[in-house]
């Protein structure tokens, strides 16, 4: 099984790099714009988002996947402990990934079941300030992997990954931090985003049965009620983004909760491989399926997207038909 899926990720994380980077540019640069129709704290957490994926495919997959699956000389292993330096910001942006999630969770929750602190919180500027305290928290917890980590890592001859050191691996102080480490990425995030949404739609159900009575039908007059409509995007975004995290992180995080319990069994050993492998994989898929959640579930994003990709298209065919056109004689 390890074999196959070794085999597996040889094409996998190419194709991931090729789709990963253009479509998490091209994110950045519609929701830059924009015209998306989502509202300026909205944008400003999914633009964090993609800044967060997009350094996850260069400092993941391209940084140290690759040259583990094709066994590529990492060019930083050196004295000066590049790769230390690596490894904190890889699980870093990790970590920030996975809490700007939490973070928009929080701001749909707060927008939805709270209109009137709607005004004082989910507004641009909370937004920048929140995304740049998680961040520098983000940052500031995983120093401690630069002093645990060995900057001389091998696999056989081959050169492979940062190892935690004998000195930090027995040691209780840093054994509690580890711990702590997978509990906060990805346990709390995952709890937190299942109460919010379990609460979000306790609350709509709520509000739209209440809403009904008063109104008599969600139609009133021929015309659609534009509240429930406006409601209803919000909270499709909401939880294909939600659902897309806790589906695609929830092998990594059950095979952690496997890992820190210390189950001594060959055979389980060998399918928690297969399983940290598979984890990886979707963990990483993760990076490149906002841009087509946000194209599917939102009208205004599909027709900017289209706009965006026909620009260049479009500019390229006008260059070629006026280079081919003939020079007009001269008089």
């Known amino acids: 099984m390890l074999w196959i899926l070794y ?45 967060t994926d997009l350094l996850i495919i260069i400092l993941d997959l391209i940084m140290r996947r690759l040259p583990i699956i094709f066994y590529f000389q990492f060019f930083f292993v050196t004295k000066l402990k590049v790769c230390n330096i690596h490894a904190v910001l890889l699980y870093g942006v990790t970590d920030c990934s996975i809490w700007f999630t939490v973070a928009f969770t929080i701001d749909r929750y707060v927008a939805i079941c709270y209109p009137k602190l709607k005004a004082k919180y989910c507004t641009k500027k ?10 520098a928290i983000c940052c500031l917890k995983n120093i401690f992997w630069y002093f645990i980590l060995d900057n ?15 000195q930090a691996f027995y040691t209780p102080f840093w054994s509690a931090i580890q711990s702590l480490h997978h509990i906060l990425t990805p346990g709390l995030p995952f709890f937190l985003i299942l109460l919010l949404n379990t609460l979000t739609v306790r609350n709509i159900l709520v509000a739209n049965k209440a809403r009904r009575r008063i109104r008599g039908s969600n139609v009133v ?7 429930l409509e406006s409601r209803k995007n919000s909270i499709v975004l909401l939880f294909v983004i939600s659902g897309n995290f806790i589906v695609l992180w929830m092998v990594f995080m ?13 055979a389980l050993s060998r399918m928690s491989l297969c399983a940290q492998e598979i984890g990886f994989m979707l963990q990483l898929l993760s990076c490149c399926t906002n841009t087509f959640i946000y194209a599917v579930t939102q009208r205004k994003f599909r027709e900017d997207l289209q706009y965006v990709v026909k620009c260049p298209i479009t500019w390229i065919f006008r260059s070629v038909k006026h280079q081919q056109k003939p020079n007009s004689p001269q008089h």
């Open 7 to 51: 085999n597996i990720q040889r094409y996998y994380y190419p194709i991931l790099i090729s789709i990963g980077l253009p479509v998490n540019v091209v994110t950045l640069v519609i929701l830059s714009r924009g015209k998306c129709g989502l509202s300026s704290c909205v944008t400003q957490y999914l633009m964090a988002m993609s800044v």
């Open 254 to 266: 059950v095979n952690s909760i496997y890992v820190r319990i210390g189950v001594r069994n060959f």
């Open 126 to 135: 909370k937004a920048a300030v929140i995304i740049a305290v998680v961040t």
């Open 221 to 227: 007059g021929g015309q659609k009620d534009l509240e």
């Open 152 to 166: 001389g890592y091998t696999l056989l001859p081959y050169s492979w990954f940062c190892y935690i050191t004998n």
